[in-house]
Structures are given as structure tokens and as C-alpha cells.
């Protein structure tokens, strides 16, 4: 009997998401099973020291390994190019555990200033009560990112595209600059996934997760995780095995499936987001679409070079501020009114009052986020059915 994965050098992204990380047990199972159990049991007091040791592998508490956690790990690196992944319990304690591995007070993180608010809120309050500070910097402006750098840099983080004006940094740009000024490069990968960006084989160091968006990609759980080098994993590790953000072995095995179709969830994504965008884009009630796909958008030559695709969250502007904005979400039947993302449900959401809602009229204004502003997170509902949907609020708008 063999492995799934006995042929695993030889795979492509398709097959890797399919096939990586099984080890079947002596059962001989087609599918990956869940081991539900806290805790291992051993033949003998010899073998618990062993393991409890770490003389030998396996299993000893499900805080620090599992094996269905183990089989999302080990196939979520493969599709990164990683060499081991690291599970946590949510996207946020992935960014947490990283930053606890890397960073001591006095060290200084550059991020992006679009980014996840959680995130900013835990860069700013948190990682700032322990001397951890944080500058800000417009993602596609290499040069931006250059002059904030310092002596106490350590750590480089960037979500690429930005949510939601669909903004585009050139990774290979950044990682040159990680690895001059001696700090390490974290990608947040969540928007596009490793079936159409892959952040490592560009020269960023780890590259980090919210399995809750769409690795599941059908909303059903919170998840997260870290992919990178062995070494700087191992530190991850330690933090996860120590304070104990881990993964449910049952979130593990939701999220192993998701990875089953990702690469045709997320190209089916791109074909409706790309579809819905050159439709908003003509319609008379709208000023202007955020969308990376549409060439008219500044870093559309660098998405195209550095993306299998241009993921499904877009922006556009709408006549008549707010007020235009509101009637067009409150016309839609269908899609759903909330701020999540990464599921095959279309999602709509009006980022200056509920995403961004905690940013000043001038970080907004500094950041697009302006009153007109639409998101949508197109999901995998017929394209015709979408468009209807935001078609009637937005003919209405064009006609008042
Ligand atoms: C949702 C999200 C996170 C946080 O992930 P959780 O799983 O909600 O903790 C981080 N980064 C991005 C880009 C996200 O969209």
C-alpha cells in the first residue's frame, strides 16, 4: 500500500490539492479521516518516554499535534511551496503566532496600510503594549516601503490585493528588500490562495492564512496557518504548542476538503468577479470600479505577471455618496449583506460603516474608503443571477 502522496514531486497544484498530506491509516481509507481525541496512548511507559521525549515521532496531545491537523498542514505547504505549515485557530492568532515567534520589544513591523482591521488593531494595541511598534505604508509604493524601513525593522507584513480597492504590490520587489534590510517578509495570502498566488517561490519568508475565507470557501469554520522554512516554523510551533491557538482536528478536516477544489473554486471565482466588473464598469449609476482584472486599473500588468488570476473581491463607486450606496445594497434579494468573504455565497457590504468603520473621515478619505464605495465578494451563484440582483438597485439610481 502507498501514501497519497508518495508521488508528490512530480504533482502539479491540481493533484497537490487533491492528493498531498494522506497518510493512510491500517484501515485503509479512500478519504482522510478525523481523529476526534485529545490525548495518544502508548504500548508501554518506555514508548510514552520516548515520545513525550521527542527520541521518537508521534503523537502525544492534539495541542500539539494531530494527525488530521497534521494532513491540512502538510497540504496546504505543498500548494504554497512551503517547506511545513503551521494550523492555528484562526486567521488571527496565525498573524498573533508569528508575531510572538519573531518579533521582541523594541523591534519595529512596516505593513501595509490596507490592511484587515483585526489586524491593524493588533499590530497597533496589542503588539504595542509590549514595545512592538508598527509604521504604515501605501502597499504599491515600493519606495514608501524603502524609507520606512530601519534599523529595528523586522518584519515586513502585506496583504496583496488590498480589500477593497484591489491594490497589487510586486512581491519579488519586497522580498529584495526584506532580505537587504535583514527583516523577514510575511504575505497574507487570504485573498487570493496558493492557486493563484504563490507568495514563497516570489522570495517572501512565511505566508499566512485565514482558512476561514477560501481555503473552506463555504463558510463553515474558522481557521488559520502559517507556511514558510522549517526553521522559523519550528518558532511558530513552539507558540502555538505553548499558548495554544490550535486547530480543531474537526475545522482541519473542513478545510482539507475545501483544498480538495480550491484551484476550481477560485478560477470560477475570477471568471464571475471579471465578468461582474466589465458590467459595472460601463453601468451608468456607477463612478468608478476597483478591480486589478479591469486594464485600466494601475497595477493591472503587475496582477497579470504576478497572478494566476485577479480573486473575486472588487469595489466600485456609486452615484450619490451614502445615501447611493445604501439603496443599492438594500435592493438586492440574493446576496448577502455582511462583511465576510472567501464563500460561494456573494457577499455586499458598505465598507465606510462596517469595515472601516472604525478608520477617521481622513484615514478614509487618505484610503478611498468613500461614502459611494460598494464591496462585493463575488461568490459562485450563476453570474447572471448576480448582476440581476445588483441591477436593480443600481437601474433605479441611474434613472433617479
Ligand atoms: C479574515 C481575515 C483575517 C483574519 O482571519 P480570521 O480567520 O477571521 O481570524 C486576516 N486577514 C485577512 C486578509 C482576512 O480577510
Redesign the pocket.
Known sequence: MHDDDSQQDEWSLETLAIRAGHHRTFEQEHAEPIFPTSSFVYESAAEAARKFGGQEPGNVYSRFTNPTVHTFERRLAALEGGERCVATS????A?LSTALALLSSGDEIVASRSL?G??VSLFDKYLGKFGITTRYVELSNIAAWEEAIGPSTKLLFA?TPS?PLSEVVDISALAELAKRSGAWLAI?N??LTPALQQPIALGADLVIH????YLDGQGRA???AVVGKHDVLEEVFGVVRTCGPCLSPFNAWIFTKGLETLSLRMHAHCENALTLARWLDQHPAVNKVYYSGLEAHPQHALAKRQQKGFGAVLGFEVKRGQAGAWQVIDATRMLSITGN??DVKTTITHPATTTHGRLSEAQKEAASITPGLVRVAVGLESQGDIQRDLARGLDALAAG
Open positions: 484562526s486567521g488571527m492568532s498573524i484587515f483585526s489586524t496583504e480589500n497574507d487570504c485573498f485565514s482558512a476561514t475565507k474558522v481557521g488559520g468573504l472567501g
